[in-house]
């Protein structure tokens, strides 16, 4: 089946400009997650959603950071004045987050990510 | 702080060779560990994970190594093929609660043909 979605590819905006980026994740995994890729870095996390609410936000830079999930299938990042610093691959994952094992983790898959060039 | 250290940066091997990656961890509470692959203009996809009462686990080419008490992985790709020539991260992270996916900072590997 289909894998996840995101959408723009790549974003190109001007330094104090709002920006939206859309993830759709795989049908029916009830985990979403955002992790951001500077250049040349692993991934780091953003923010987690378990269904509709965001699990976990702990990983969001500051509060120009925003991200929902109205119906617990797309989810919508949004950043604020954007700033230079924003510039990275922001990548969304999904997984099943069913834990009926509680011994593995369950696998996460990505997205191809969208480029942020802040400008 | 760095909680994933992943060395080296980068990796420069023949092709049939043996490419070994390592990683080191601090948090003793990170119970599961994955191995991820990148191509360029994707994202990372899963390789291999261990868990951390097993020493070895191999799949294919792909062998992770686990030392716990040093609390050290590595990656190592058998017979490697210019195919393999990617980023790959190591990772972390606790099974209970978000999963939420803890990296090392990448190595890049190129097979040479």
């Known amino acids: 089946g289909a894998g996840v979605s995101q959408t723009p590819s790549n974003k190109v905006t001007e330094k104090g400009k709002y920006v939206e980026l859309r993830c759709d994740p795989i049908?029916?995994?009830?985990?979403l997650y955002w992790y951001r890729q500077s250049l040349g870095q692993g991934p780091e996390f953003l923010i987690y959603?378990?269904?509709?609410?965001?699990?976990?936000d702990s990983g969001l830079p500051n509060d120009r950071f925003f991200a929902v999930r109205p119906e617990g299938s797309v989810s919508t990042l949004k950043i604020q004045r954007t700033e230079r610093g924003d510039s990275a691959v922001y990548l969304c994952?999904?997984?099943?987050?069913?834990?009926?094992?509680?011994?593995?983790?369950?696998?996460?898959?990505f997205g191809p990510g969208t480029r942020l060039t802040v400008l | 702080q760095q909680q994933v250290k992943q060395s080296p940066q980068s990796l420069i091997v023949q092709k049939g060779g043996i490419s070994i990656i390592n990683c080191a961890y601090e948090?003793?509470?990170?119970?599961?560990f994955p191995w991820y692959q990148q191509f360029p203009g994707k994202g990372p996809a899963l390789l291999i994970a261990?868990?951390?009462?097993?020493s070895e686990k191999k799949e294919g080419r792909f062998t992770i190594s686990f030392n716990k008490s040093a609390k050290q992985f590595s990656l190592h790709i058998m017979d490697s093929q210019p195919g393999d020539s990617a980023t790959y991260f190591c990772?972390?992270?606790?099974?209970?609660?978000?999963?939420?996916?803890?990296f090392g900072q990448g190595t890049r590997l190129t097979i040479n043909p």
């Open positions: 959603f378990q269904g509709t609410g965001a699990a976990d």
């Open positions: 990772a972390a992270l606790k099974i209970q609660g978000a999963q939420k996916l803890v």
């Open positions: 049908s029916g995994h009830t985990a």
């Open positions: 948090n003793t509470a990170f119970d599961y």
């Open positions: 261990i868990r951390p009462d097993v």
């Open positions: 994952a999904s997984s099943r987050m069913t834990g009926t094992s509680g011994i593995e983790g369950d696998t996460q898959y």
